[in-house]
């Protein structure tokens, strides 16, 4: 029966009357600085520094400061307080608008975008539950995006720009990997995930993930499997690709992340177009866009996919319904796959992934286009699932980790939340499916790519540095025999 309904709903998806009638209502609405300022500015000043009402910049909120609140505020008001309601000379998209970027505002005022990232400390850094240096790894790289741990000691790192680079006894190879599958490099795209098969010590698998270039200019998310054999990428399989009508003109939103769960790799796939473009394709359950696949280890779709059996339907598909996912982990306590995924302005997510869960995009959500304009009267809809997390303003949440090593005992099983723009490294405690505890562990030392629990237990990170080659590095608590001789 729930795979009756849940089929029923997204048969109902695919028509988008939500999406088509927030997209004609975005498609009228003002943009939100103007709305802002003809109907805010006045009181709460032009930079909402303040004036005949309070700041709006300062986190002092006479009736609440979350989101439900000042959307209460701004729909109702408080007459007697000197706040008129613009219930009627707002729709609710430009209510929802103006709350971000009132969130927004704020919130850069107080934390403007790192310009350029902070030296490595070197002094301890102190968290809740651990002192930890910050050590060095390697460096050197064009847009470290990912990297691997191979169970000889090595430890394989892509670049964006389409290189397979590989570090060897503490030192960073010269050569890249010759051979590998070219990927359109533009923008976003370009060569993404590097992963170890679970048994590569046995078959020496290695899963790769890249914006393969299509006809006309185009491109689509693609998976590859091959060896490393004297420095060269050799055996190669495909193991997930689209046909050519399904690639894209857009050179954004790839997704790209892969994660092992016993039989199984999850693949994320964004939703490839931006907000101007944006067409509903990640609830439509014809196409890979806007999904996270699951297949077996070498491609073929399992029978018990929850549309592997609906004609004319992607069987690869396990949930639907995101935007550009940018992390992926199991959690090794209990088995749940998580997904962080970027929104436009506003509404980044942490997800907990479900079989056969529908998690909104671009039906629901709390963010805004790029230009100002609102995309969705509707954060919440029957059938659609909520983040467990929303970062709205939006901090380009990138790769997750579910720390796993016994270095940092009080952090083990804690969840790791890399991101970009705000370069900001967050630990996540998860009881349950829920949060119960954030902490922002550090922040500015670069644009965070992903996050791994290495062999040795130490968490490593690979930093995108701004207009200057990336690096690999590594957390070692001070308490660590390691340590004691830095």
């Known amino acids: 029966m729930r795979l009756k309904i849940s089929r029923s709903l997204l048969a109902a998806a695919v028509a988008l009357p939500g999406a088509t009638a927030a997209a004609e209502n975005a498609t009228v609405a003002r943009d939100v600085t103007a709305v802002y300022a003809e109907f805010c500015s006045g009181c709460h000043g032009a930079q ?8 709006l910049i300062d986190e002092s909120w006479k009736h609440g400061g979350d989101d439900r609140s000042l959307r209460r505020s701004i ?23 103006l709350t971000n970027y009132i969130h927004e505002l704020a919130t850069r005022r107080r934390e403007p975008i790192p310009q350029q990232e902070l030296p490595l400390p070197r002094a301890v850094l102190q968290s809740e539950e651990h002192a ?10 064009d847009v470290p995006w990912s990297f691997a741990f191979l169970p000889d000691g090595r430890m394989l790192v892509t670049e964006r720009v389409g290189r397979l680079r590989v570090i060897e006894h503490g030192q960073l190879r010269p050569d890249a990997v010759e051979g590998i599958p070219r990927a359109l490099v533009r923008d976003e795209a370009g060569l993404m995930s590097v992963v170890a098969h679970p048994d590569f010590a046995k078959n020496g698998w290695i899963y790769l993930s890249f914006s393969d270039p299509g006809p006309g200019d185009t491109a689509m998310t693609k998976v590859v499997r091959g060896r490393i054999r004297d420095g060269r990428w050799v055996d190669e399989q495909v193991v997930f690709a689209m046909p050519p009508e399904c690639y894209q003109p857009s050179s954004v939103l790839f997704g790209g992340r892969l994660v092992f769960q016993g039989d199984y790799l999850f693949i994320s796939v964004g939703e490839r177009g931006m907000e101007e473009g944006t067409t509903g394709q990640a609830q439509d359950p014809t196409v890979p ?7 077996f280890h070498d491609g073929r779709v399992p029978p018990d996919n929850p549309y592997a059996d609906i004609p004319g339907w992607c069987a690869s598909i396990w949930a639907l319904g995101v935007r550009n996912p940018q992390g992926l982990a199991v959690n090794p306590a209990d088995g749940g796959l998580w997904e962080t995924e970027h929104g436009p302005r506003g509404g980044d997510e942490l997800n907990r992934i479900e079989r056969g869960r529908n998690y909104g995009w671009p039906v629901i959500t709390r963010g805004m286009r790029y230009d100002g304009r609102p995309l969705s009267d509707r954060t919440e809809a029957p059938g659609m699932e909520q983040p467990v997390i929303d970062w709205t303003p939006s901090i380009a949440v990138s790769q997750i980790e579910f720390y796993r090593g016994d270095r940092f005992p009080r952090w083990k099983g804690n969840l790791f939340v890399g991101s970009l723009a705000q370069q900001k490294f967050l630990r996540v405690v998860v009881a349950g499916g829920r949060v119960v505890h954030r902490e922002e562990v550090f922040n500015k030392l670069g644009r965070i790519r992903d996050i791994k629990t290495g062999p040795d237990g130490l968490i490593y990170l690979a930093l995108e540095l701004i207009g200057k080659p990336g690096r690999i590095v590594r957390l070692v608590p001070t308490d660590d025999q390691a340590a004691t001789s830095r």
């Open 48 to 55: 909402m520094e303040g004036g005949k009402a309070g700041s």
């Open 75 to 97: 729909r109702q008001g408080y007459p007697e307080s000197g706040m008129p309601a613009f219930a009627t000379a707002l729709t609710e998209s430009e209510i929802g608008a």
């Open 132 to 141: 930890f240096w910050i050590e060095n790894v390697a460096e050197g790289f």
């Open 289 to 295: 866009n806007g999904k996270i696949h699951r297949v």
